[in-house]
């Protein structure tokens, strides 16, 4: 093999190294997340993150729960509640979906959270009981009607409380997400109508995010 030879043997395996690396990156999910493509997936980041309120609330199992120390996991926070005929159900469909086929690295990372904004009906037992015909992880949280228009409101995912002397009365809400990282703030929303594959694709590179 002549020097020439061996120079562009050389080149040639570099290049095929680095772009074998590439690739695995891409397909491990490993590369740095491009704004366009969030975007693209409906997720927006805020330029700072911001705080999230103190409000006490509880959970499905009756805990009290604070919401500024929601820490340790990416949280996916929906406003809605149990009685919705239509966005609620949908929404938590396609977050069991995404769920099920993100892989287990980004899973432990993650976690989606109900908040209700119908708390004179959704109980502990009652958001327990629904939770669970979509996914037992899940997370519900519910509080007085005044700390969580507060936290909505903080989170710009407000909502127009209903008149609960009415009866089979509805709730007028966003059908966005917030998001919070595991620092307890939020960072960002990912907006509705979701499209499963664009988020399948952006969201562990998302949570790897400190």
């Known amino acids: 093999m002549t020097r020439t030879q061996k120079t562009v043997f050389i080149l040639v395996a570099v290049v095929a ?4 690396l590439t690739v695995n990156k891409v397909l491990n999910g490993r590369g740095e997340a491009n704004p366009a493509e969030l975007i693209d997936a409906g997720i927006i980041l805020l330029p700072q993150s911001r705080s999230v309120p103190a409000v006490q609330m509880h959970d499905q199992n009756g805990q009290a729960v604070a919401l500024d120390e929601l820490k340790g996991k990416w949280s996916l926070l929906f406003f809605g509640y149990t009685y919705c005929p239509d966005i ?4 938590l469909a ?4 995404v769920k099920s086929e993100l892989p287990k690295e980004a899973l432990d990372r ?5 908040v209700s904004v119908d708390p004179h009906r959704d109980t502990a037992t009652q958001l327990k009981q629904y939770l669970g015909y979509f996914d037992k992880d899940f997370v ?5 009607i005044e700390d969580t228009q507060k936290l909505a409101n903080a989170l710009s995912i407000p909502f127009i409380p209903a008149d609960t002397s009415k009866p089979g009365y509805t709730v007028d809400h966003s059908g966005n997400l917030a998001i919070v990282g595991p620092d307890g703030r939020q960072r960002g929303f990912i907006r509705a109508p979701f499209n499963n594959q664009k988020l399948l694709a952006q969201l562990p590179g998302l949570v790897k995010r400190d």
């Open 17 to 20: 190294l680095i772009l074998g």
């Open 88 to 91: 609620c159900p949908t929404t």
């Open 94 to 97: 396609q977050l069991r979906q």
């Open 110 to 114: 993650l976690q989606v959270v109900l």
């Open 140 to 144: 519900g949280l519910a509080g007085s």
